[in-house]
């Protein structure tokens, strides 16, 4: 197990470096002048050329990708070319914001959209199901800033229960997560109810109801565990879905997180910003991916014998 | 319908009636099913696939899917006690501790995700209120009750072969005891060596515990090792029944007449076997009159429409037909 662990945190170098380089060419190859972002008004020829000197951004292609790849190794992405501040120390203070709600908001959706699906499942063309899959389909209909934007004015403006936007106390941190969950809630609430109803009509399934065993040890021992398998990929996606988003989220509740940050970054095209939250992001995403991967081995014992027989030097 | 002796009358099926109800159609699975099993003895429920013989099992321990499956009447009495008026919680304690099960396909009856060990426990635990701890001492007791190593326990379903995980299915079904096994099929997903094997192993572990069982199959050589009493279903009807003799030897109704004309026999003199004739009837529209009629030889004017009364043709072997084969 911790062999495969190992290996696969050693696949994700290329795909990071992978990332990195496709990133940085992109910037590479758009318009925009750092120089002139950097002096604004008081722009002219000579100090341009000075600037663009001491950034560097008169070597070559590889040159200037190769210094900055080096940098990364410290966790050096450079300063903004705007504020001039260290960019990783902006994200420094900035991450854990946008983890937090990644997290929250991927806890929320796993066990609203599980209790749905189920709900919906074993209620199979009862009202629970028809009441859960509208509220599902409401869900993914719903683009996720309008939903943001709703929340906002019925909590914030109209009934003044929570704050409409900023950083403070945890009450600001309830409306970004509650927005930035509910696609996730309504797709994974589907995508549950078709794996349950999957699982239900089983041979397995019969059999445990032959042991004796009541309704409700039979839903949760044998049916769920059962129909997780397909689910806890799906809220892997979800992860990424959420990191996305909060970039939108962060923006609508005007919370200092890595979305925002990005988004501040492609307006003032100040691209050392842009390239080191993207980076930062796909590096979460790929964790978030090889830590799914590992939770299915947990979950689904023909997967986990793969790695067991590794162990035991079983088999091949 | 057929009557028995008394005596020790175990199960008694009366006038069971399941029909699978949905919007397109209604199927007539069991129609009017009545038997009786013996204490300790064993019951072969023969018929063709589709013929009712696993919705009857589903019936007796109230596992039927609803919807679409829609029990119409009949009563299930199990030690004189009508199982079909139990509440499900009461219900719960049968299954699995009195009434138990042996399902077809072991390939897909474990739950692939629990530990082989752990679906045997499972089963005791709930049943005979044992510590977990003790639930895994016997359960991997009854592992090695089947032949397979108690250190095979923490393994999950996907480890073992075809015949290791019936085995296991049946470790289940014997885990606590029951008073009545349901065999459905229990041999058909095997290959034939392994057959043998489980056949032999239910029949110990059976003759062990005086268990009274109800084996259902197609296979009529399965029937004459294992069974006392035979009763053969056709589209959801008992047509004929008897003692194991009686319908090896004296087969009455078409039906079985042509069951055994289709079983290849080594001294036999024709080199054709001779099937039945066209097709099971479509349960959602089945024929008026004896269900066989359209197939059978012998059929008369007689047979296609009303009841078909059921006749004693010596005692204890009844049948269900109006021509030849059900006078005395």
């Known amino acids: 197990m911790v062999r495969y662990i190992l290996k696969r945190l050693l696949l994700m170098l290329p795909v990071i470096l992978g990332v990195i380089i496709v990133v940085f060419t992109l910037l590479y190859i758009s318009p925009g002048d750092a120089a002139s972002i950097i002096l604004g008004t008081s722009y002219t020829a000579e100090s341009a050329a000075r600037i663009r000197e001491t950034l560097g951004l008169n070597q070559p292609y590889l040159v200037q990708l190769g210094k900055y790849i080096f940098n990364l190794f410290r966790f050096d992405f450079g300063d903004s070319w705007v504020s001039g501040v260290s960019v990783s120390s902006e994200l420094i203070t900035r991450l854990p914001r946008t983890l937090l709600i990644g997290s929250l908001s991927i806890v929320i959706t796993a066990v609203f959209g599980i209790l749905l699906g189920v709900t919906a499942a074993v209620n199979q063309n009862k009202w629970q199901d028809s009441l859960c899959m509208v509220l599902a389909l409401l869900g993914t209909s719903l683009p996720g800033f309008f939903f943001a934007l709703l929340l906002a004015l019925v909590f914030a403006f109209t009934l003044q229960w929570l704050p409409p936007y900023g950083m403070g106390g945890p009450e600001y941190y309830i409306l970004p997560v509650v927005a930035n969950a509910l696609g996730g809630v309504a797709m994974l609430a589907r995508q549950t109810r078709s794996s349950m109803l999957e699982v239900i009509h089983s041979d397995f399934i019969v059999m445990a109801k032959a042991k004796g065993l009541r309704r409700r040890d039979i839903i949760y021992r044998h049916m769920l565990p059962n129909a997780l398998i397909p689910v806890l990929t799906t809220i892997g996606m979800q992860f990424a879905g959420v990191l996305g988003g909060s970039i939108i989220i962060e923006t609508v509740f005007a919370l200092p997180g890595v979305g925002y940050y990005l988004v501040t970054g492609c307006n003032n095209r100040d691209y050392n910003v842009v390239m080191a939250c993207t980076i930062i992001i796909s590096v979460a995403f790929s964790l978030v991916m090889l830590l799914v991967d590992l939770l299915m081995a947990m979950v689904d014992p023909r997967i986990k014998i793969q790695f067991s027989e590794v162990k035991h030097g079983r088999g091949k | ?328």
């Open chain 2, 1 to 328: 319908m057929m009557k028995s002796d008394g005596g020790d009358i175990f199960l008694s099926v009366r006038n069971l009636t399941v029909e699978y109800v949905t919007k397109q159609e209604t199927v007539q699975a069991v129609n009017s099913v009545s038997f009786d099993l013996h204490k300790g003895k064993t019951l072969g429920l023969v018929g063709e696939t589709g013929a009712g013989k696993t919705t009857i099992a589903g019936a007796i321990l109230g596992v039927l899917p609803v919807p679409p499956a829609v029990t119409r009447g009949g009563e299930i009495l199990l030690d004189g006690e009508d199982l079909m008026r139990l509440d499900e919680a009461t219900m719960c304690k049968v299954r699995g501790k009195r009434v138990t099960v042996i399902f077809q396909d072991p390939m897909t009856a474990l739950n692939p995700v629990m530990t082989i060990g752990r679906q045997i426990a499972e089963v005791i635990e709930l049943h005979d209120a044992v510590s977990r701890k003790e639930a895994r001492v016997r359960a991997e007791r009854m592992l090695e009750m089947v032949g397979i190593p108690a250190a095979r326990y923490d393994e999950y379903p996907n480890q073992f072969s075809g015949g290791m995980r019936q085995r296991v299915v049946i470790a289940v079904a014997l885990a606590c005891n029951p008073e009545l096994l349901l065999a459905d099929e229990p041999t058909t997903a095997l290959d034939v060596t392994i057959q043998a094997q489980v056949l032999d192993l239910i029949r110990e572990l059976n003759s062990a515990k005086k268990t009274s069982m109800i084996l259902i199959t197609h296979d009529m050589g399965v029937v004459m090792e294992m069974c006392d009493d035979v009763a053969v279903i056709y589209a959801g009807e008992i047509i004929e029944t008897g003692t194991l003799e009686n319908i090896f030897e004296h087969p009455a109704h078409p039906y079985t007449i042509g069951l055994f004309g289709s079983i290849p026999k080594i001294n036999g003199d024709s080199e054709r076997l001779s099937p039945i004739a066209g097709l099971p009837p479509n349960p959602a529209d089945l024929p008026k009159g004896c269900k066989f009629h359209p197939r059978c030889p012998q059929a008369a004017e007689a047979c296609k429409s009303g009841e078909i009364p059921v006749r004693e043709i010596s005692a204890g072997h009844f049948c269900k037909c109006r021509g030849k084969a059900g006078e005395a």
